[in-house]
Structures are given as structure tokens and as C-alpha cells.
């Protein structure tokens, strides 16, 4: 193992010199101590989802209501389901194989999945846009900054559907009702909330990783009788402003919000600048480094090679998984807290130790940083993270922490244990009443949860199995990708796939492998094709074999999503993401496609194909 660091990442001293004692023993008691305040039985639990009295906060605020249009009664070779990212890039890359005849079935107004929904203020992405966002030299735009708006990669969403004909595929304002395998015909049969009856060779659920927001279950939030949304569905017409305009209805508003994850890290200082007052409602802290955005350099942009935007997100899933590119082509905050990978398993105690000398360093640095910016020691105390740098997404961002020196600003930190109840006036936290106009749900999306229940309907494969009761241990894949008894059925999500920091990495691969999948079997006369249960198996134990040092390294993590709530079942434990680097489940779908024999798959063929 090296520990060449990037500057500015060097491991602490071991020993504290004025007091003798390792401080590394002392983070390790403290995190321990944060993590055992945070569990809660009832883990996942806790939320609600936005459905029954809470299904009011799910309406689409952004389209005009009373759409109606006519069915669409047809056949198809693949239905799409999602046109976010993931839908956006299988469709381009079955164009890009010659598959033409593709509906994508979306439930938002327009494509961008994420990025549609999300238009709270400060939306934008922490991940480099010549790396996140997808398809730059093809449809020749170049991203005004270093860090994109959420408004700039919404409308790069609605340039992809334009430049590649998306448009004319897709079903807006629609939502699967049922999906059918019928395996005489071979074909799904699948019916939508507008009476559609799609007949299609394929399916592919590309329903997103944070489609489905959640509200934290706190007793009494029906109770709240100001105004409340989720930051998935801002309200613009209560607040003034837009995702680019001031908030100016706030001027006289005391407005809260609930949860510190990396929504909140961008919201909370939009909402300082017009509110009256801010109320960050805070049981975790986030750990938020330095963003740095800026202006792209044209001249610098105009002299990338071609090939540029490929080599450029490789070189950043590798300087995030521990494999050192030289030279580090993005070298921002991600890169340089990512550079040691200390999610990799070391083969020796004082390799370990080493690796957690690291985290540990990248944590202080950020606990430090906190210090530097805010003013008030005991807030500066209140935001720092008490965990490891695998354990929470870390945030990047340079109005958020200056926030809290702001007179309007205020931190109410519930010390782990989260907003106590919410009344009519508003949260309490300790027996303090804080009351407000505006509340904020700033508190995520599902996750972890049972995969059919994110997807919003339960697809039926051979004989009228669910996969709901297939599933009902967890996910059984071949790459994440195909089930067996589900046959022409492509799953995009993170269960037994890849990741990775940059998302849309993972989502460019793993569309070009379902894009192929469609194609060749079209091509090769296959008419149907499905994972065999032992190659699902030999899947989850490869899986497992690379797992168990995340596994160690998660079980002392304070609990969210990243480990289901803290909370590990069966089905959480087959859930696993490749735990690996990214590039090496890359690898082993590229491999799979080379060797073109359709290996650990069910294939079905044609009579004239055999
Ligand atoms: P998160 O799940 O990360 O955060 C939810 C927040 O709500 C947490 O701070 C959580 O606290 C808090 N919360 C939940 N229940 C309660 C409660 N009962 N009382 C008080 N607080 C509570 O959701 P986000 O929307 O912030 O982010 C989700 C993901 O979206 C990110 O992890 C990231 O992947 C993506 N994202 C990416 C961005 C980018 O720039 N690329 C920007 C924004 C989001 P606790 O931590 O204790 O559970």
C-alpha cells in the first residue's frame, strides 16, 4: 500500500505531543459514543413515505394540473421506465446500437428525473460538471462553471432529449400501473395510470437512486399549521423567488428546516439571504469541505482532445477508489479526501491502522475548517462530524458553514436524537417550542428500501410470480442487471451493481451494457434472456468476498442511508452495492460482453436462430 497523499492530505501525527495521548483513540471512543446515540430500533422505519395523509406532499408542483391525452395502445422493443439520467442514457445508447422502436414512461413533466424534481434554491451539483454531466461532446456544450446549477443540468437534460430525438419517445406525466412477462408471446404487457398497453420486448427499470422523497416520523407533523414541503417539491409560489431569484416572499417569514444532508448544505444559505429567520434543524452534522466553483476557461474547454469527457470520468472514479491517476485530471475536494480509498480492505493489521490514520485525518481537516469558519465555539462544536469519511456523503460547499455567523441564522442541534415532536406552532427540540411559517423537509429520499417499493409497482415474471415475493430476502441478480423467473427485464440501481461518486459514470456503463444487452439479443434471434439462480448466488458470493472490509467499516458508521440506518438485515445484506472500485464492476461487465456467450444467463432462442 502507498500513502503517496495529495498535498494538503497528509496523516496526522500519531501522538498528541502536549498530551501523550493518540487522538485516533480518542475519535475512535467518540465516534463509537455518536453512533450508539443515533440507533434507533425502528431504523428504516422511521420514515413516512408520501402516500395516504402524506401523499399531498408528492404532487408535481412544476406542471400545470388537469393533463389528460389519449392512450397509447402499442408495440415496442423496450420500454423505459424513468427518464432521468439512467433512462436518458439507455435510450441514447440503443439509438447509438440501432434500437429505435423505445418507449420511456415518465412520471415528471419532462425528462432530468433528479434534476426536474430537485429546483430548491442553491440546487446544484458537487461533482465536477465536465465529469457529471453526461454526453458534452456530442451534443457540444460546454458547462458555464466548474459546478453546475441544478438549472443548467436540468436544461442539459432537455438538450439531450432534443439532440437525440428523446422527445417522440417519451410518456410524460405517466406511471406504470402493472408489468406482465406473458412467456408464450415472450413479450411484457404494460399498462399506465392513462390506459396505455405497451407491448414490449424488453423493460428497463431506470427509476433513479433518490426518486422517492421521504419524511422524517416525527409525531405531530399533520399537526404543523404553517406551510411545509419537501425540498423535492419547493414551493415557489409561498416562497417569492426562483431557483435563480430571490426569495422575497420570506422577508417576514420564520422558516425551519429539518436535516443537514447535502440538500440542506445548499438550501440553508439561500434561505439566510431573504428570511427573516433560519432554523436549521440539525441530529448529524454533514462534513462540508472546500468547493472552489468557477468559471470554466473557454480556451482551456476548446483545447480538449476528443475522447476528453471518457477519459476525464475515469480518471476521476480513479483518483476516488485509491488508484492514484497520474496525473489527477479534476483535483477538487472529492479527489483529495477520496485519494487514500479507505473503504479498500487492508491485507495487514498496520496496513488498517494506516488506513484509518487517514480517515481520520481527512476528518480532522474538516473539523477543523469548522473552527476556522464559524465564529461561535459552541455551534462551530455542534456542526462537527464525529464519524468516518465512508459513513456519511461528504458535502462541498463555501456559503454553508459562514451561514451560521449570520445574525437571522440558527442551529438547533437535537444532539443526535433528532426533532423530539412537531405542534401546531412548530418543532420542538429539548422541550423547546420553535415556532414557525415555514418548515422545510430537507430529510432525503429512500434508499434502502425494498426495491418494488421505490419502483412504485410490482413487476409479474414467468407464471405470475412477483418479484416482490422473489425478492422478499433481497435482490438475486446477475450484475445487479438480470433476475431469473423475470426474463428481458434490465434493472438499473445500486443493488448488487456499481456506484461511485460520480453517479453518472456508473449510469453511462451500465446503460451501455443494457443497450447491448437489447440489441444482440435482438440481433441473435433471442427472445428471451434472464439470470440462472447459480450464477445469481455465484454473483452475491463474489460480491461478499470483496464486502467484508466495508461491511467492518460501515457497522461502526452512525447510522443513514449509506448503511440502512444502522440497522443490518438479509435483505440490506444482499442489497449490497459492489462494494469494490466502480472500474473493476465495470470491468466485469465489459468482460461479460466481450465474451458475447451470454455467460450465467437463461437464453431462449428463436426457432429460426438455433
Ligand atoms: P440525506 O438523507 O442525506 O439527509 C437527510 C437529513 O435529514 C439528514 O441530515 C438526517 O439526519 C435528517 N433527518 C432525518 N430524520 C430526522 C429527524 N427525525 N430529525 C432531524 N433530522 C432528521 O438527504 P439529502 O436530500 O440531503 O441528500 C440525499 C442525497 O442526494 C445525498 O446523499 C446525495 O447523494 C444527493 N445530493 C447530491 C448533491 C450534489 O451536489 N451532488 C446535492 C444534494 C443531494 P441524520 O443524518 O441523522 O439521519
Redesign the pocket.
Known amino acids: 500500500m502507498t500513502t503517496d497523499n495529495q498535498p494538503g492530505s497528509e496523516p496526522i501525527a500519531a501522538t498528541n505531543p502536549s498530551s501523550g495521548e493518540d487522538p485516533l483513540v480518542a475519535a475512535r471512543a467518540r465516534y463509537a459514543a455518536e453512533r450508539e446515540k ?1 440507533l434507533r430500533p425502528d431504523g428504516l422505519n ?2 413516512k413515505e408520501l402516500k395516504g395523509e402524506y401523499a399531498e406532499f408528492n404532487i408535481d408542483p412544476y406542471v400545470e394540473p388537469g393533463f389528460t391525452r389519449d392512450p397509447h395502445i402499442e408495440e415496442v422493443d423496450a420500454v423505459i421506465v424513468g427518464g432521468g439520467f439512467a433512462g436518458m442514457l439507455t435510450a441514447v445508447n440503443l439509438r447509438q446500437q440501432g434500437v429505435t422502436n423505445f418507449r420511456i414512461v415518465e412520471k415528471a413533466g419532462d425528462f432530468g428525473g ?1 434534476w426536474y424534481w ?1 429546483r430548491y434554491p442553491g ?5 465536477e460538471s465536465y465529469t ?1 454531466m453526461p454526453l458534452l461532446e456530442e451534443t457540444g456544450y460546454m458547462p458555464t462553471m466548474k ?1 453546475a446549477s441544478a438549472t443548467e443540468i436540468f436544461e442539459h437534460c432537455q438538450r439531450i432529449g432534443r439532440h437525440f430525438e428523446l422527445y417522440q419517445h417519451a410518456l410524460f406525466q405517466t406511471e406504470i400501473a402493472s408489468a406482465t412477462w406473458d412467456d408464450e408471446a415472450k413479450r411484457w404487457t404494460i399498462t399506465t395510470n392513462r390506459n396505455d398497453e405497451l407491448t414490449s420486448k424488453f423493460m428497463v427499470t431506470a427509476g433513479g ?2 426518486h422517492k422523497a421521504k419524511l ?3 409525531p405531530g407533523i399533520e399537526e404543523f399549521g404553517g406551510r411545509m414541503f419537501h ?2 417539491r419547493w414551493d415557489y409560489s409561498y416562497t417569492g423567488g426562483s431557483p435563480t431569484d430571490p426569495m422575497d416572499n420570506l422577508a417576514d417569514k420564520r422558516v425551519g428546516i ?9 438550501a440553508v444559505p439561500q434561505l439566510a439571504k431573504t428570511a427573516k429567520e433560519v432554523f436549521v ?4 452534522p ?1 462534513g462540508v469541505g472546500e468547493r472552489n466553483n468557477g468559471p470554466t476557461d473557454v480556451e482551456w474547454f476548446e483545447s480538449l482532445e476528443p475522447g476528453w469527457q471518457d477519459r476525464r470520468m475515469r480518471n476521476f472514479t480513479e483518483a476516488v477508489t485509491g488508484a492514484k491517476p497520474q496525473p489527477n485530471l479534476v483535483e477538487d475536494g472529492w479527489t483529495e479526501t477520496m485519494w487514500d480509498n479507505t473503504q479498500m480492505a487492508a491485507d495487514t493489521e498496520a496496513e488498517t491502522l494506516e488506513l484509518e490514520r487517514i480517515d481520520f485525518a481527512v476528518m480532522e481537516k474538516l473539523r477543523a475548517r469548522i473552527d476556522d469558519i464559524v465564529e461561535d465555539p459552541e455551534t462551530a462544536e455542534a456542526l462537527k462530524p464525529w464519524y468516518g469519511k465512508h459513513c ?2 461528504l ?2 460547499h463555501d456559503e454553508y458553514l459562514p451561514a451560521f455567523n449570520l445574525p437571522n441564522v440558527h442551529l438547533i442541534d ?1 444532539d ?1 436524537r ?2 423530539e415532536s412537531i405542534t401546531e406552532a412548530g418543532p420542538v427540540v429539548d422541550g423547546t417550542e420553535y415556532p414557525l411559517d415555514l418548515l422545510v ?5 429512500e ?1 434502502t428500501t425494498a426495491f418494488v417499493q421505490r419502483l412504485g409497482f410490482d413487476p409479474l415474471g414467468r407464471g405470475g410470480i412477483a418479484l416482490s415475493e422473489r425478492w422478499s430476502d433481497g435482490a438475486h441478480t446477475l450484475h445487479g442487471i438480470l433476475t431469473a423467473e423475470f426474463p428481458n427485464l434490465a434493472i438499473i440501481s445500486t443493488m448488487q451493481a456499481g456506484f461511485g461518486t460520480n ?1 453518472v459514470h456508473f449510469l453511462s456503463e451500465s446503460t451501455k451494457h443494457i443497450a447491448w444487452l437489447i440489441s444482440s439479443s435482438i440481433e441473435a434471434g433471442i427472445e428471451s434472456i434472464e439470470a440462472r439462480p447459480e450464477a445469481e448466488d455465484e454473483w452475491l458470493n463474489q460480491l461478499f468476498g470483496v464486502a467484508m472490509g466495508l461491511m467492518n467499516y460501515s457497522g461502526g458508521c ?4 449509506y448503511n440502512s ?1 444502522g440497522v443490518m438485515t438479509e435483505q440490506g445484506a444482499r442489497n449490497v452495492t459492489y462494494p469494490g472500485s466502480l472500474l473493476d464492476y465495470i470491468g466485469f461487465l465489459n468482460d461479460w460482453r466481450e465474451a458475447g456467450d451470454y455467460r450465467g444467463a437463461r437464453v431462449v432462442r428463436s426457432a429460426a436462430a438455433q
Open positions: 443515533r422511521q420514515f433528479t430537485n440546487c446544484m451539483c458537487d461533482v457529471y459546478y437512486l433518490l422524517p416520523g416525527i425540498t423535492s429539518i436535516g443537514t444532508g447535502a440538500t440542506a448544505i445548499q434543524f440539525q441530529r448529524t454533514s456519511k456523503r458535502c462541498f437535537t443526535g433528532g426533532v423537509f430537507a430529510s432525503g429520499f434508499v453517479f452512525t447510522p443513514g442511508y440506518e
